[in-house]
């Protein structure tokens, strides 16, 4: 039974969970209609809120926490109330609520959280919405595990928290929320005269994705399988699976191994499933199957290894929509059909706003974030391209540009009083720039430094790569192109060339090249070392690194492989305010950091000649090389992610009295905003963290 995920630890540590694959047959196939049901079961379910309390990060007009709210607990009572069914659906009604994780993100909106005294924003909504389950998402981690147990114990009894593939015994906090029984593998709601049981699963890998510390995630299926099968022994004979494995594809081959599962509600990829006409958020689209290049329609049908049809669903993020998914069950508790209005259903200016989350939740978190926007830190000639896919998940973007010089001018400035030699280039992780919109020339303010580098990840110098191992860093960095990947590499202080048609670099999660790429051809810094010729490397002296802790700890599967590294006093979002204020002087100009990138990564054999430090590249070999390229859209796309992501802080998040993860003081533009704490020296090599109330370690967050 566990063949599936035994591979598939394999496929996630090669990155081919991500890579197009054919489906089962029949996958897309509605079942056919019943002649009657005995009980439908509809399941209302959100997807990665993270933090989007105020409203869709790309339209004001749609999502927000209030609005959400409010549709939510409509859709509840009309359903349970049977109005506007199907013909095809019964008389005997339940309803389950459920949310598949990702329930918070680092951000503005969290900052407001994180302040002295004031309440988890994001649990009172979650209270709100009186959820039956919620899974585990990645993102809970990215401020460490008790943090996370903190937001746990501002939720009703009555939600679970639902896991079964996770072991949280090496973790007080959320320990104790388990031997209250707050955590579990699973949960049994009773509706309609019925028992649903939920079980929960999270990403296997997560540590490579954000700091869970001591929390250990297990494979997926034989821990869900088990708990299925106890629920079954029990007598319950409906089961949803919620589940937060980061793509839609990997519920997709969890389904075809599991057997009792009668629908999975997947979380962390953000795909918006649809059908046509449906409406949605403006500038959403349907996303595409990475596997058959169709449309991925709500619901996607999957068989099981009994040939049972097993509905899968999602419904994009950031409060944009409530998914409803109609079940339809004969007597013997078997899925029977999906009923015709399954689907997502947008929150827009429609709905009105639930009053007690606008007065307990927006009108506190709107007015935290206005200052933030009153803050102008520089001014841009050119409009900086944050979007992920096609953007900086696929190529080489100018605010990807940015970031990474950003990372290497905090790493020369504070070498010296760290004790570090100077890098000499500089690495972020395109993941890591959360912002997924092209901000338009004009002002650049600290709310959206907040939300190009939102997470608490700090600047870390590795000093004396061999070269060899700087050529296995850039290979990770292109080993998924074309398709988008949060891996792919934005760089400074160093030019490169690479062939997408050779064979991709395979590693594992702790960094080991299980097979050496061949895809980087040419390398030249910025003073004009040539460090890979024809694919090869150039023998020579090592070279020092600036990039993120997250990065540096082997996040995104980069192979650092343990090396040692200095954390030299500054967030990635602290050296990208302070890196636009001083060193650019608040100027972003149209010739250091041009539309489309200045030529730093490109697809060919040969590097662009770096010109006078490498802002820019010559036309010497443009017809030899283009830039990398994106040819379809990732189930990450769009604003979901945006502007609603970001703390992290020039020194870092905790104090000497055990606060919560502070809000960064950010080159000196947010003085008088925020007080800052003398901060204890951090377990990363010397990082320094700031805090308010709550104790947490970040150790590097996904990006």
Do not use: C, W
């Not at 608040?586 to 430090?613: F, H, K, L």
């Not at 443009?622 to 020039?650: K, L, R």
């Amino acid at each position: 039974m566990s063949r599936l995920v035994r591979v598939s630890g394999a496929l996630i540590l090669t990155g081919a969970l991500v890579v197009p694959f054919a489906p089962a047959a029949g996958a897309s196939v509605p079942m056919d209609a019943p002649e009657g049901a005995a009980f439908t079961l509809t399941v209302l379910h959100g997807n990665d809120p993270e933090s989007a309390l105020l409203h869709a990060p790309a339209d004001p007009e749609y999502g927000g926490a209030a609005r959400f709210t409010t549709l939510l607990r409509d859709l509840r009572s009309s359903e349970i109330a049977g109005e506007d069914v199907g013909d095809d659906e019964a008389a005997n009604r339940g309803v389950v609520t459920v949310n598949s994780g990702d329930m918070y993100l680092p951000g503005p909106e969290l900052s407001a959280s994180l302040e002295e005294d004031a309440p988890f924003y994001d649990a009172i909504v979650a209270a709100h919405a009186q959820y039956d389950a919620i899974s585990m998402g990645n993102h809970e981690f990215d401020f460490g595990p008790d943090l996370y147990a903190d937001f746990i114990g501002e939720l009703p009894e009555s939600t679970k928290v639902v896991a079964a593939n996770v072991d949280v015994s090496g973790e007080p906090a959320l320990a104790e929320h388990e031997a209250t029984g707050r955590i579990a593998p699973s949960t049994v709601v009773d509706t309609g005269d019925e028992q649903v049981g939920v079980v929960g699963a999270l990403y296997p890998p997560l540590a490579t994705i954000s700091s869970p510390r001591d929390v250990v995630v297990d494979e997926v299926v034989d821990p869900v399988q088990t708990e299925v099968d106890r629920l079954t022994t029990d007598g319950v004979d409906k089961i949803i699976l919620i589940s937060h494995l980061q793509n839609i594809t990997y519920e997709e081959r969890v389904a075809q191994e599991l057997t009792g599962v009668d629908a999975i509600v997947s979380g962390g990829g953000h795909e918006v499933m649809a059908d046509e006409g449906d409406a949605l958020v403006p500038g959403d689209g349907i996303t595409t199957h990475p596997g058959t290049g169709e449309p991925l329609s709500y619901p996607l049908m999957v068989q099981n290894p009994e040939g049972a049809e097993v509905p899968i669903v999602t419904a994009g993020s950031n409060y944009k929509y409530v998914g409803r998914l109609v079940l339809n069950f004969d007597a013997d508790g078997d899925l029977v059909s999906v009923g015709d209005r399954s689907g997502p259903v947008v929150v827009d200016g429609s709905v009105t706003a639930d009053p007690e989350i606008e007065a307990q939740v927006t009108k506190p978190v709107a007015d935290y974030v206005d200052e933030l926007a009153e803050t102008e830190v520089a001014r841009s000639e050119v409009a900086l391209e944050g979007r992920q896919d096609p953007g900086v998940r696929t190529q080489e973007t100018n605010l990807g540009d940015l970031m990474a010089d950003a990372l290497l001018d905090t790493g020369v400035r504070n070498a010296e009083e760290y004790g570090v030699p100077e890098p000499q280039i500089g690495i972020q992780n395109g993941g890591g720039i959360r912002n997924a919109s092209l901000l338009p020339a004009g002002p650049l303010t600290v709310l959206d430094t907040y939300a190009i580098a939102p997470f608490a990840n700090q600047v870390a110098v590795v000093p004396d790569v061999p070269r060899s191992q700087v050529k296995e860093l850039l290979e990770r960095g292109v080993a998924s192109a074309p398709a988008a990947d949060g891996g792919f590499m934005q760089v400074g202080g160093v030019n490169f060339a690479y062939d997408p048609e050779r064979t991709a670099q395979e590693v594992n999660e702790d960094g080991e090249v299980l097979t050496a790429g061949e895809r980087v051809r040419n390398v030249v810094l910025h003073d004009g070392t040539v460090l890979v010729e024809d694919g090869e490397v150039v023998e020579g002296d090592p070279i020092s690194i600036a990039t993120n802790d997250f990065s540096a700890r082997g996040g995104d599967m980069y192979p650092f492989r343990g090396a040692d590294f200095t954390v030299v006093g500054s967030t990635y979002q602290g050296a990208l305010e302070r890196f636009v204020t001083s060193t650019l002087e608040g100027e972003i100009t149209v010739e250091d950091y041009p539309e489309g990138g200045s030529g730093r990564i490109v697809i060919g054999d040969v590097a662009t000649t770096p010109s006078n430090g490498g802002d820019g590249g010559d036309d010497e070999h443009e017809d030899d090389q283009t830039p990398s390229p994106s040819p379809s859209p990732d189930p990450t796309d769009g604003p979901d992610t945006g502007p609603t992501e970001a703390p992290g802080d020039d020194g870092g998040s905790t104090d000497d009295k055990g606060g919560k993860p502070s809000l960064p003081l950010t080159g000196g533009a947010l003085t008088g905003l925020i007080i800052a704490a003398l901060v204890a020296v951090g377990a990363g090599g010397g990082a320094l963290y700031l805090s308010r109330k709550r104790t947490s370690s970040p150790e590097g967050i996904e990006g």
